[in-house]
């Protein structure tokens, strides 16, 4: 029962060009999101979250975009840097007590 | 200096056998968790602790244990290892009660192979 769907497993992108990771939820309940960055044979790192009460949060190059009709949510990245190259994990929640449902994870590759 | 640190990196052993994982934090965090990455790469939680005390047992066998001796340190042993068992086991810490908002900070894992 996959909860969040992150259904491309791999994208490749050019250095300097936008990233654009998506990510699909089917619990309308969720409420709180959250992407994760793994390095190989490195654990997940905390990127950046958004509440279900915005559309929108930016930090830096990253920037979460939340369609909660759609129930779709997406991580842009401007401008890719060869360090994004990474495996970005969506997660979300169901308020403030629940744990986390994590995606599969999209391999990022930035291409030189 | 590591901040969540877990040995071993990489365990193979027989099934039958017992075996145990080990995670310290040095961050002072008051909530540590241990994560199962299957084969199907999805990264599910099996327990947390907050100070010490049981917060989320999620479904999972009662072959897995987990010890928390102090606040920095939640160990996992498995008893009678099975082929299912083999996966990425993550530990993690973060500094509040253990709700579903707070950042987690994940060790490197360790990659258990049962043969």
């Known amino acids: 029962d996959q909860q969040v769907k992150q259904n491309s497993p791999s994208l490749s992108v050019q250095e300097g060009r936008i990233s654009i990771l998506n990510c699909d939820y089917t619990n309308s309940m969720f409420d709180y999101f959250l992407w994760y960055k793994k390095y190989p044979a490195e654990g997940p790192t905390f990127l950046i979250s958004i509440s279900s009460?915005?559309?929108?949060?930016?930090?830096?190059?990253?920037?979460?975009?939340?369609?909660?009709?759609?129930?779709?949510?997406?991580?842009?990245?401007?401008?890719?840097?060869?360090?994004?190259?990474?495996?970005?994990?969506?997660?979300?929640?169901?308020?403030?007590?629940?744990?986390?449902?994590?995606?599969?994870?999209?391999?990022?590759?930035?291409?030189? | 200096d590591t901040a969540v640190s877990q040995t071993p990196k990489y365990l193979v052993t027989q099934m039958g056998n017992d075996k145990s994982i080990k995670c310290e934090q040095n961050l002072g965090?008051?909530?540590?968790?241990?994560?199962?990455?299957?084969?199907?790469?999805?990264?599910?939680?099996?327990?947390?602790?907050?100070?010490?005390?049981?917060?989320?047992?999620?479904?999972?066998?009662?072959?897995?244990?987990?010890?928390s001796p102090d606040k920095a340190h939640l160990n996992l042993h498995i008893n009678s290892l099975e082929l299912g068992d083999s996966a990425v086991y993550f530990c993690a810490s973060s500094q509040g009660t253990g709700t579903a908002h707070e950042k987690l900070f994940f060790g490197s894992g360790t990659q258990l192979s049962v043969l």
């Open chain 2, 29 to 67: 965090h008051d909530t540590m968790y241990w994560y199962k990455q299957d084969s199907k790469k999805f990264l599910k939680i099996m327990f947390s602790y907050n100070n010490k005390e049981l917060i989320i047992n999620e479904t999972v066998p009662n072959r897995f244990s987990p010890k």
């Open chain 1, 53 to 112: 009460i915005k559309d929108k949060n930016e930090d830096g190059r990253f920037t979460v975009f939340l369609n909660k009709s759609a129930k779709h949510l997406s991580l842009h990245i401007v401008p890719s840097q060869p360090g994004d190259s990474a495996v970005y994990f969506c997660a979300a929640s169901v308020g403030f007590e629940d744990k986390i449902i994590f995606g599969k994870g999209t391999r990022l590759h930035i291409l030189p």
